[in-house]
């Protein structure tokens, strides 16, 4: 059951993903998995943050949190000023689709779907959003990732860096104001990453807040930020660049 945010627990203005004494427990029949241990995180819209650490220290869970994919056991989290504990499974999920895009390791495209079904997909579930106005939205996003020639084919048919570019433009088609990638070049060659990390890059730029999930010390650099978590707890937070 997600706990109630403390009392003096207030969003603050111009901080897109606040996170306040957070913790996550995974209750299993014998077992319990402390995964997150009172998590206080405060990201500013137009950051860039990348999230390190240890195999098991708790990245995709802190992540599933601010995605409003899971919910905190307790402590507070908002999400663009709403309160996520008082949100209703519909309201999680509306504001889950305007507010964020998700871009996973394993690409998590539908292999019977085509290119341009997969970007579409999650502007479907938009109220009060016409077909034409989502067939803008689809090509102009796979026109940033460089994939307007490939609308017809299925994922099956393109290669592992061009999946994961199909995935980046579904995550922007909406264009959310979050970005939340774990770990995005996992799966690919360092030309492919690299197209990636510098799409991250100019998506950033142009003033989409990113989370990122990475293994890798030298994508994480690339990031204005570095949070490492360790045993669900945040241990470094530093500045790597000015985001001002
Ligand atoms: N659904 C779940 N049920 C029970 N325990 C879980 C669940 N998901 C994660 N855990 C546990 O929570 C802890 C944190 O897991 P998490 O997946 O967040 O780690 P991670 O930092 O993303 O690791 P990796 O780098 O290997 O992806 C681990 O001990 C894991 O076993
Ligand atoms: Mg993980």
Known sequence: MEGAASADAKPEPGKIIELGSLS??????????????????KIKEGEYVSIAGQSGCGKSTLLSIIGLLDVCSSG?????GHNASSLNKSERARLRNEEIGFVFQSFNLISDLTV????????????NLKKSEADCMVRASLEVVGLSNRLDHFP?????G???????????????SIILADEPCG?????????????????NENGTTICMVTHDPES??????????????????DVLRDTT
């Open 187 to 203: 799966n690919l060659d360092s030309k492919n990453a690299e197209s990636i990390m510098t799409l991250m890059e100019s998506l």
């Open 116 to 127: 341009y079904e997969n970007v579409e997909l999650p502007l479907t579930y938009r109220n």
């Open 156 to 160: 099956s048919q393109l290669s592992g």
């Open 76 to 80: 507070s989290y908002y999400l663009a």
């Open 24 to 41: 996550k427990v995974y209750s299993g029949e014998n077992l319990e998995t402390h995964a997150l241990h009172k998590i206080n995180l």
């Open 162 to 176: 061009q999946q994961q570019r199909v995935a980046v433009a579904r995550a922007i088609a909406g264009s959310p």
């Open 220 to 237: 994480a650099k690339r990031a204005k930020r570095y949070v490492e978590l360790f045993d669900g707890q945040i241990v470094t937070d």
